[in-house]
């Protein structure tokens, strides 16, 4: 066998594009996939359509990671979403813009994406390994790196590119042995949290009785403390990452107007996943509670000359009814158990307190956190490699020469939407060329 010059470790999106793009400039490439076949994860992003990245402007692209994102400048320069969509076009999939900017293939089918990457990859003379997990990497003074597969097989090569992807969805392949393999070499791991993710309440009850409710149009906020210190205030507009608002005024963690859904243990769906990152951070320094409102477009004495409308319009109506006209069905009942309003209570017979009690209740609706769901089930792991240890240009590790680090192994994170994917591929692209590019400055391409 030829002598490797590039070994990559990990073929997902990162990975299947830095092991093609070497190959492309004339490496000789092997990669090894821990699992039987390479992009077992792609495969199911985008509820199995893909979602490959997202129509965004630069500057909003970015925001969406935080101020992590800066450090995408160099790489999205060199390799952005027009020429992604290139890359797969000229590959035979054609794409197509969804809601929020959102870009799929018009096939609705993430295995035109892996098919696509595989046999650039392979086309251009990559040699894939699937079942060979990487345990170890060591660079000796010769400047060449071993790599130790988990047969205690030793591979050896003059580059590394480590694209092992984060600790989500271990079943994917990712399990989080990319941060074992970059500490072995001395690189420092920012502490790991589960990102896109549901989060468990403490009032489980709550959440049974209104499993599967989907709200929408509705004003989640999370609170850096515990419910009863909830402050009083008027939230006008979004805070959190991407949203412009950046930094909240304490106690407030983020704040998004949008759809959310009760589970059986607590609450998901799109703007609680957005959120969850900033509150499994939080978690960790002090308690955190959420605050729903539910008619955000009402101030409370609009919601409550609202309510004193209808009471005067039906005042033999009880609290069930009333409830029955503003909420969900499967909420009517715990919300009328928890507000302390009688329930045969007629709206003739309401008090102003009873009457205040039930404009709270529908504007700040509280509950505590009780953990997240863990890394296992987050789409995405934030933390990961430190950046300022990683080449922004080139992708290439501070520490170690010749090794290239690309995707979610970075401490890089993003709201949903494609960013995700378009980081690890632009990436990967730049730690490909890069990679190929250090075999010529080092005389070793003719090997
Ligand atoms: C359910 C779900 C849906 C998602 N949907 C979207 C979406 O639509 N759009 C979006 O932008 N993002 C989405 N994401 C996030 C996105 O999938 C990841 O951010 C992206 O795949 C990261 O790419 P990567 O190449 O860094 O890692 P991965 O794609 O995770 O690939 C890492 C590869 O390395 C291999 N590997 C790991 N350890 C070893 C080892 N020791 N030896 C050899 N190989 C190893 C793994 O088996 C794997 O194949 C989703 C994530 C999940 C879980």
């Known amino acids: 066998m030829d002598q490797i010059q590039i070994i990559v470790i990990g073929g997902g999106a990162a990975g299947l594009i830095a092991a093609g793009r070497a190959a492309e400039l004339g490496a000789s490439v092997t990669l090894l996939e821990r699992m039987d076949a390479p992009g077992k994860k792609l495969l199911i992003t985008g509820k ?12 909003e692209f970015l925001s969406a990671f935080g101020p992590n994102g800066r450090f995408l400048h160099g790489a999205f320069h060199r390799f952005f979403r027009d020429e992604l969509l290139d890359f797969f076009r000229r590959r035979g999939v054609e794409t197509e813009n969804e809601r929020g900017g959102r870009v799929f293939p018009v096939s609705d089918n993430a295995a035109d994406v892996v098919n696509a990457l595989v046999s650039y990859a392979k086309g251009n003379g990559v040699e894939i390994r699937p079942n060979s997990r990487v345990v170890g990497i060591e660079r000796g003074c010769d400047g060449i790196i071993s790599v130790q597969l988990e047969s205690c097989e030793i591979l050896s090569a003059k580059a590394v590119i480590l694209t092992t992807g984060g600790a989500s969805y271990p079943a994917t392949g990712s399990a989080g042995d990319g941060f074992k393999l970059a500490r072995g070499v001395g690189h420092k791991i920012n502490p790991l949290y589960p990102a896109l993710v549901p989060l468990v309440l403490k009032e489980t009850s709550f959440a049974i009785a209104c499993q599967g409710v989907a709200l929408k149009n509705i004003r989640l906020t999370a609170f850096a403390c515990d419910k009863v210190s909830i402050p009083e205030v008027t939230i006008e507009h979004d805070y959190g990452r991407g949203t412009g608002y950046e930094k909240p005024a304490k106690p407030i963690i983020e704040s998004r107007f949008g759809e959310m859904l009760f589970t059986h243990f607590g609450i998901g769906g799109p703007i609680t996943l957005l959120m969850s990152q900033a509150v499994a951070r939080a978690l960790d320094a002090s308690p955190v509670s959420i605050s729903i409102d539910l008619k955000p477009a009402l101030s409370n004495k609009e919601l409550d000359t609202r309510l004193q409308r209808e009471f005067a319009a039906s005042p033999k109506r009880q609290l069930p ?73 080139t992708m290439a590790s501070k520490l170690v020469p010749g090794l290239y680090l690309a995707g979610e192994v970075l401490d890089l994170d993003a709201d949903t939407g494609g960013y995700n994917l378009q980081a690890a591929f632009s990436t990967g692209w730049v730690a490909g060329e890069a990679a190929a590019n250090f075999l010529e400055t080092t005389g070793t391409r003719e090997s």
């Not at 199995?48 to 500057?59: D, F, H, M």
């Not at 008090?351 to 956190?369: G, P, Q």
């Open 321 to 393: 009814a009333i409830l029955r006209e503003l909420l969900p069905e499967k909420m009517v009942e715990v919300m009328a158990g928890i507000s302390g309003i009688p329930l045969g209570r007629t709206a003739s017979n309401f008090t102003i307190e009873n009457r205040r009690s039930l404009v709270r209740l529908l504007k700040n609706l509280t509950f505590e956190i009780k953990c997240t769901l863990p890394l296992g089930a987050a789409m995405v792991t934030a933390g990961g490699v430190e950046l300022t240890e990683v080449d922004p240009k």
């Open 48 to 59: 199995g359509r893909c979602n490959i990245t997202n129509t965004a402007l630069l500057k």
